[in-house]
């Protein structure tokens, strides 16, 4: 996946479809954890942080039906982007400018995500 350009035509794809926003981050949830230095740096080319931080906001989350668990998605891609052994420091210092990251960082956000249909397609364990 990460030899391939994945972060910007799913960042596209969130711009265009805003209801399906929270499938796209929890998708970069689950991608970013599984340390990819390359997504990282496909994120960083294509300005990803900036806005999944203008998501944290709210702006553009109008749409869901559930934004608390899409930001609680945002915050945990974010954090598996800044543990990049090589682009952890860049990301850092995107997050470190902004104030609504200082509002997010800490908290606990593992109350606002539960386990979805969507999370069994993108692992291969769907139960019927």
């Known amino acids: 996946m990460a030899s391939l350009e994945t972060i910007g035509p799913l960042m596209a794809g969130m711009k265009s479809r805003a209801d399906m926003a929270g ?4 998708a970069l949830n689950r991608m ?5 230095t390359e997504l990282v740096a ?4 294509v300005e990803l942080v900036p806005y999944l931080l203008k998501l944290l906001e709210g702006i553009g989350l109008e749409t869901l039906e559930n934004p608390s668990a899409t930001k609680a998605q945002i915050v945990k891609a974010l954090k ?3 543990r990049s052994l090589q682009y952890g ?7 470190a ?5 200082s509002a997010f960082k800490d908290q606990k956000h593992d ?7 969507t999370a069994g397609y993108l692992t ?4 019927f």
Do not use: P
Request: a negative charge; aromatic letters at 8%.
């Open 111 to 117: 109350l606002f995500i539960s386990e979805s249909q």
């Open 23 to 26: 499938l796209a981050c929890e």
């Open 42 to 45: 496909q994120a960083l080319r």
């Open 80 to 82: 598996s982007m800044s």
């Open 124 to 127: 291969g364990k769907v139960m």
């Open 32 to 36: 970013f954890q599984k340390e990819q």
């Open 97 to 101: 400018r902004s104030s609504v990251w």
């Open 89 to 95: 420091e860049q990301v850092n210092e995107i997050l």
